[in-house]
């Protein structure tokens, strides 16, 4: 099976595409994260959005772990988001972040697709907030189901949040 197949159609036609992160792709990325409706529904990100510093220390350190998959996401050639597949103890995990402007469209179910279409090894894991409906969807989509449940800390809401733990074994 391959991204393709698993990709549905967006709803505009528009075509998802991924590609290795650039630098000049990081101010798109500090861009999305300004948006306080964007870090409240996905809860777990940064400690501080505007904290320019904290952002690019963060992304140096991810790029420079090789375990660590990060890729652009790209609408008709515009950067939309990102998508990365990190270690977690001996599981891998996956996240995205997609311009809110975009929500809707397809583009995070599109995206994620095409991130597990490179990775080899299953199971992978998810996490989103219980209460984050769309992520969720974006998942099942996907293939993920709902494995169990824990809570933790969120940053974008400043209040500990009960989160769903999903995994995609095949």
Same mark, same amino acid.
């Given at each position: 099976?391959?991204?393709?197949?698993?990709?549905?159609?967006?709803?505009?036609?528009?075509?998802?595409?991924?590609?290795?992160?650039?630098?000049?792709?990081?101010?798109?990325?500090?861009?999305?994260? *300004?948006?306080?409706?964007?870090?409240?529904? $996905?809860?777990?990100?940064?400690? =501080?959005?505007?904290?320019?510093? +904290?952002?690019?220390?963060?992304?140096?350190?991810?790029?420079?772990?090789?375990?660590?998959?990060?890729? &652009?996401?790209?609408? =008709?050639? &515009?950067?939309?988001?990102?998508?990365?597949?990190?270690?977690? =103890?001996? *599981?891998?995990?996956? #996240?995205?972040?997609?311009?809110?402007?975009?929500?809707?469209?397809?583009?995070?179910?599109?995206?994620?697709? $095409?991130?597990? +279409?490179?990775?080899?090894?299953?199971?992978?894991?998810?996490?989103?907030?219980?209460?984050?409906? +769309? #992520?969720? $969807?974006?998942?099942?989509?996907?293939?993920?189901?709902?494995?169990?449940?824990? #809570?933790?800390?969120?940053?974008?809401?400043?209040?500990?949040?009960?989160?769903?733990?999903?995994?995609?074994?095949?």
């Amino acid at each position: 099976m391959t991204a393709e197949d698993l990709r549905p159609p967006a709803a505009t036609g528009e075509a998802v595409r991924l590609r290795p992160v650039r630098d000049d792709d990081l101010p798109h990325f500090f861009a999305f994260e *300004q948006d306080a409706q964007a870090n409240w529904v $996905a809860a777990f990100g940064p400690v =501080d959005p505007a904290d320019r510093a +904290a952002f690019e220390a963060h992304w140096r350190r991810i790029r420079a772990d090789p375990a660590i998959v990060t890729r &652009t996401v790209t609408v =008709d050639g &515009t950067v939309v988001g990102h998508v990365a597949a990190f270690p977690v =103890d001996d *599981q891998t995990e996956v #996240s995205y972040w997609i311009d809110r402007a975009r929500w809707g469209r397809g583009h995070a179910t599109g995206a994620l697709a $095409a991130l597990l +279409a490179e990775l080899p090894r299953r199971p992978v894991r998810a996490r989103a907030a219980k209460d984050n409906a +769309a #992520s969720l $969807a974006v998942l099942r989509k996907c293939g993920f189901v709902v494995v169990g449940e824990d #809570s933790g800390y969120a940053n974008g809401r400043r209040a500990v949040v009960e989160e769903w733990v999903l995994e995609l074994a095949a």
